[in-house]
Each structure stands twice: as C-alpha cells, then as structure tokens.
C-alpha cells in the first residue's frame, strides 16, 4: 500500500485508490464481509470499552447505507483542497483533517486507521512534491493511547483545534524520528565497513541484534547477561569478546561490575 502511495501521490484521491489499498492490506483475511468495498452491514459501527451489561460507546460510524454519499463528499474534499486549487489549505491542517474525517466516517470493516494514515502522508506529499517518507504511523502508533484520546476527544463535534494541535505534533515528531533514523543507518553501514573481517560470529550476532531495536537501542544498554543469553557463549567468552568490541571502538562502557553495561559507539570517530 505504502509502495503504491509514494509512486502515486501526486494523483487525486479516488474510490477505485481507497478500494485497492484496503484489498492490500486486508488480503487473506477470512472473517471480513467486504473487502476492497465499503462495509454493508446493518449494525452499527461502534468503539466501545466497559461492562457488557454497561458499555460505554466512545464512537459510533454513520451507517453503512449512508457511506457511499459520505466517501463522495470526502473524496471531493480532499481533493478539491490540494495544493494548486482554490480551496487549498495549509499542508498540515489538511492532513489533520483528512485523517479525522477520514476515520470519522469509517467506511472499511478493518484497516480504517492504517488508510487513514495514508490518507495523511498522500496530504504530505503533494504539498512537499514528493513521497514524505515519514515514520507517521511509526509515531502514532508508538503513542497509541495519546491517538485514541486525541481521537474520542474531537469525533463528536466541528471544534477539532486540539486534534490538529495533536496531529501537527505528531507529524513534526515522525520527521524528527525519520531523520534520526537516517542518520542511524548512515552510521550502522559505516560501522559495518570499519569493523569488515575483525568481527567474529558472535561479534556480529550481538551486534545485529542491537541494531534490531532500532535508534533507541536496548533500553539501559547491553549487558553481559545479554551477551551471554544472545551467543549462548561461556561467561569467560563474553567478558573477552566484550573487551575486544571496547577496544574496536565498537562499544563504550558505562557502570562497574554488575552495573556494567555497553552501548554501540555512533558518535564516535569510527564513523566519520
């Protein structure tokens, strides 16, 4: 889905689009009535919490009978406020909107959230001229309590300031992780073309899993309990292959004895 966005985000928002994305997303899901279509059942589409002798509703969608003129309207919406057009807007504040009118109205079974989303990046896009490229759904879904708040909180009347006041954070924040993550793989390729063929299996087995958590790194650091869990190693391997990373300038070390803990060294001058 995300693939077909960046290739196509310069083009208007259509139904025929919005159908072939959630066909994407939803493909080999058996317990949905409708895919690639917008939901026709007669129940209502609701966000409950609670008791089920008391639930609380926080979101009920229009009813199916209804989508297909609401979808229209939107569609117009978004389109006829892009950049260029008489009715533009300014690019964050129709991201914002885009994506709660579009989750407002619900029209998929499932994947909702996720069209939506992209709904959003196709807004960035064509004001920026090219695919963002931004970690939105990372970001929201990293918070995705703060989401469903910001969500509840202004699904229920036109007032929506505090939702683009959410959103345009959040979007900032995606730009900010994007370009920290950037520089995180500019780093881990350098790291890897310094350290070619001084590395031993277990060397590298460590280090591509710290890696896997990403920018933020094992939380704390490493330690030797988890070198020793990772390589499955004797504990005398893992403080000599511990030192050998130190001396590598692969690792810095924080702590004494059991506080010890090491951390992959992206600031050094290894990777300039």
């Known amino acids: 889905m995300m693939v077909d966005l960046h290739r196509n985000f310069d083009q208007p928002l259509s139904q025929k689009c919005l159908f072939s994305w959630h066909t994407m ?10 895919i690639g279509a917008y939901r026709t059942h007669e129940d209502p589409m609701q966000v409950i919490s609670g008791a089920v002798h008391r639930p609380v509703v926080h979101f009920e969608a229009p009813p199916a009978k209804d989508l297909s003129n609401q979808m229209k309207k939107f569609i117009t919406w ?3 406020t892009a950049p260029g057009t008489k009715l533009s807007l300014p690019v964050l504040a129709r991201a914002g909107v885009a994506h709660l009118y579009f989750v407002c109205i ?16 196709k807004a960035l ?8 490229l931004i970690a939105l759904s990372h970001t929201i879904e990293k918070h995705r309590k703060i989401y469903y708040q910001a ?43 310094k350290v070619r063929g001084k590395l031993n299996e277990r060397h590298e087995k460590v280090i ?11 939380k704390g650091g490493l330690s030797a309990e988890n070198y020793l ?14 030192q050998e990373l130190v001396d590598l300038d692969v690792f810095t070390r924080t702590g004494e004895r059991k506080s010890t803990r090491y951390h992959l060294n992206l600031t050094s001058s290894i990777f300039k």
């Open 25 to 34: 997303l939803m493909k080999g899901r058996q317990d949905l009535e409708k």
């Open 78 to 80: 978004f389109n006829d």
């Open 106 to 121: 619900h029209p998929f079974e499932d994947g909702n959230g996720r069209i939506g989303r992209a709904v959003s990046e």
């Open 125 to 132: 896009s064509q004001n920026l001229k090219q695919p963002t």
């Open 151 to 193: 969500l509840e909180h202004n699904n229920k009347n036109m007032e929506i300031t505090d939702w683009l006041l959410y959103f345009t954070k959040t979007a900032l924040e995606a730009q900010d992780y994007t370009m920290n993550m950037i520089d995180f793989l500019i780093a881990k390729t350098k790291l890897y073309d």
């Open 208 to 218: 591509a899993r710290i890696f896997r958590e990403g920018v933020e790194g094992f």
């Open 229 to 242: 869990s990772i390589t499955g190693t004797s504990r005398a391997t893992a403080t000599r292959d511990l």
